[in-house]
């Protein structure tokens, strides 16, 4: 499988990066090198392998369900680039 | 003693001269900063040095030593990778995006070095968010190997992700460093500079604080000058962590005490996959020495196929990118680092990420995007998941066989040059630096790079040793096996 331009420019869309068109075509030579490279995997016969969820097999941890941290509001907006009284402030997102 | 000299010291041999208050934990510290002021322009391991952070911690050790109430580590100078969240100190994965980042919290990994006296000298430079085989893709610029080939001034790479922690070790900007390894992060660097680098088994050190890039391969290790050293650091780092799930319960064994162990009877598999076409005759004698030493020292040689081996590569640049596009969407100038201001909320995340994220990273969120987006996810994805499968399944008939650990070359070359044209021109040329480390990740292996011999040019090639789930402490026996047998190598010094 390989990708075209625009393909590349719908899935940057997807990842919120913003690129143009020549970053888009450069990027199409980029992808499908690395697409290309993948496509061997189609060889593998893979006819009931069960697919991996976890390299070491492990039981799911389970603790009391209760509060055991929080109250850092200022800790967690230390580092916004644009914060408000404990609140991060984005561009308006509701008309 | 000289600076120099003190900088030599091996953790093991600074420890026993600390213990005896021959040297003091300032003095030690303070050697180190010299060296990392005098080096840092020509190599640029270090993206920030801390100095004052590093006395504070060395009085604090020195008091301690006074008291006789030191830890493991006491008064030991460490540099630490970017990617570790260190409190109040720079902590960017090397990346442009996280721009002024300093956590309020301290990674699990490092909290533990610290709770057993070690000093803090600094933040390693690194590939950014840890992807990358050479160190370039860092926004701080490469990272210069000490190595050169002999007669030639040409700039080496220090190999990637963990390039400033091998290349601050092999030059003495530091006793060791902390390394991270997705995809061979740990053991190729190590190989490329003459270190030792070992990524213990996935669960062994936990994810805390660890800045992530493909949460189900990533793991913490040390980089050191010998075996030794990388077995003193690993106890300190690994632990049982409740705040990583993928922590696994099981105390940490005395990994120092495996050193020097007799490897008498011990099976060694040689993987007749890793005889790859257009592999140099160098490293293949390599190997074939490694075998001979362990032979010697009284292993049995065995035979064995790994036949999934050819796609680990391809499978593995399936699913790092994957989790990476997913770890790396936390980044959109909302809650932390660069933000870069658009029309509206979306135009913000998109020029944000487009300025803040470097060319190697985007291309891996493209790719991870892509491979998950709708239509594409059982043909890639699920399809990658189930040839890790079958990787994992290889090494576990090994090991149900007898064998104790598999000897395999490191890389597949030495160091190459600074902005080589090839490598730059197809990012699949650079991939397959980690051709005979990703393997490891993706069954989730301890895996131990140890240096083994210098190739036609002078520079270091290493040997990697493979063990079975938790048995680290094997590597380290077999590990220090290879080490002395070939020596100890150092990079002459024009820095």
Known sequence: MSVDIETVKRVAKLARIAVDDEEAARMTGELNAILGFVEQLGEVDVADVEPMTSVIPTAIKMRQDEVTDGSKAEDIVANAPAGDDNFFVVPKVVE | MTDSSLTQLTIAQAREKLATRDISALELTEAYLTAIEAANDALNAYIVATPDKAREMARASDARIARGEAGALEGIPLGIKDLFATEGVHTQAASHILDGFEPRYESTVTANLWADGAVMLGKLNMDEFAMGSSNETSYYGPVVNPWRAEGDNKALVPGGSSGGSAAAVAAWLCAGATATDTGGSIRQPAAFTATVGIKPTYGRCSRWGIVAFASSLDQAGPIARDVRDAAILLKSMASVDPRDTTSVDRPVPDYEAA?????????????????????????????????????????????????????????YYIVAPAEASSNLARYDGVRYGLRVPGGDVTEMYEKTRAEGFGREVKRRVMIGTYVL?????????????????????????????????????????????????????????????????????MAGLPGIAVPAGLDGKGLPLGLQLIGRPFDEETLFRTGHVIEQAAGRFAPKRWW
Do not use: C
């Open chain 2, 259 to 315: 050193v020097g162990q007799s490897v008498k009877g011990l099976k060694i598999g040689i993987p007749k996959e890793y005889r790859i076409d257009g592999m140099p005759d160098e490293i293949e004698a390599l190997w074939q020495k490694g075998i001979e030493w362990m032979r010697e020292a009284g292993a049995e040689i065995v035979d064995i196929s790994l036949p999934h081996t050819k796609y680990a590569l391809p499978a």
């Open chain 2, 373 to 441: 987006s709708a239509g594409y996810y059982d043909a890639y994805y699920l399809r990658a998941q189930k040839v890790r499968t079958l990787i994992k399944r290889d090494f576990e008939e090994a090991f149900a066989a007898g064998v104790d650990a598999i000897l395999t070359p490191a890389t597949p070359s030495a160091a190459f040059g600074i902005a080589e044209q090839d490598m730059d021109a197809d990012p699949v040329k650079m991939y397959l630096n980690d051709i005979f480390t990703v393997t490891v990740n």
